[in-house]
């Protein structure tokens, strides 16, 4: 059993930053990406950044400059570091990661931390 804890959402204000933390515990034989996913009130589960199995970093275009996602992947910890917020990126936040474990490779997910930025 995967389980991923996420940390470090709250309350800031337009132009603050936060960081946000996820680690991941269970029988995890590798992990293959990892990454933040944010979904705001009615609105659609979003791709924020991702740390791929190969290739670069990859970024939503509106956190693009201002969002620093950060991973280690013998530790099982991923990070998402954002400056700049405005309350467009207010949401709640969500860790993902992709692992081989007992089981084959699966998709597992973070509880979620809610994201709120005050103008």
């Known amino acids: 059993q995967v389980q991923l804890v996420e940390s470090g959402g709250g309350l800031v204000q337009a132009g603050g930053s936060l960081r946000l933390s996820c680690a991941a515990s269970?029988?995890?034989?590798?992990?293959?990406?990892m990454g933040w996913y944010r979904q705001a009130p009615g609105k659609e589960r979003e791709l924020v950044a991702v740390?791929?199995?190969?290739?670069?970093?990859n970024y939503a275009d509106s956190v693009k400059g201002r969002f620093t996602i950060s991973g280690d992947k013998v530790k099982h910890t991923v990070s998402l570091q954002m400056h700049n917020l405005n309350p467009e990126d207010a949401a709640v936040y969500y860790c993902?990661?992709?692992?081989?474990?007992?089981?084959?490779?699966?998709?597992?997910w973070g509880q979620g931390t809610q994201v709120t930025v005050s103008s």
């Open positions: 740390i791929p199995g190969g290739g670069s970093t």
């Open positions: 993902q990661i992709r692992a081989l474990t007992m089981s084959g490779v699966g998709v597992y």
């Open positions: 269970g029988t995890i034989f590798s992990i293959k990406a």
